[in-house]
């Protein structure tokens, strides 16, 4: 069973990142001025690491996974939802 500390981190962690993903797509859609999948990449990344270092034994090769992770979900994910 989980305690109320570890259910609010778990929570708030999921919560990060569901709205750095979108949030950073946008401003990096807004700087390079184009929406392609190197934003939803770049943004995937960013918010895997975030998640990582949220982790209380963040290891180097956790970090670069949760990073890889990350851009490959973000990717995948606008690439799918507009295929053509």
């Not at 690491?49 to 990717?75: F, M």
Request: proline share 2%; hydrophobic share 40%.
């Amino acid at each position: 069973m989980l305690s109320g500390e570890e259910c609010r981190k778990r929570i708030s962690t999921v919560g990060t990142g569901c709205w750095n993903v979108p949030g950073l797509t946008y401003g990096l859609k807004e700087a390079r001025g184009t929406h392609d999948w190197k934003n939803s990449a770049v943004a995937g990344a960013i918010t895997g690491v975030a998640l990582a270092l949220t982790s209380d034994n963040s290891s180097l090769e956790q970090i670069v996974q949760s990073a890889i992770t990350g851009a490959a979900i973000s990717t995948a994910a606008n690439v799918l939802a507009d295929p053509f």
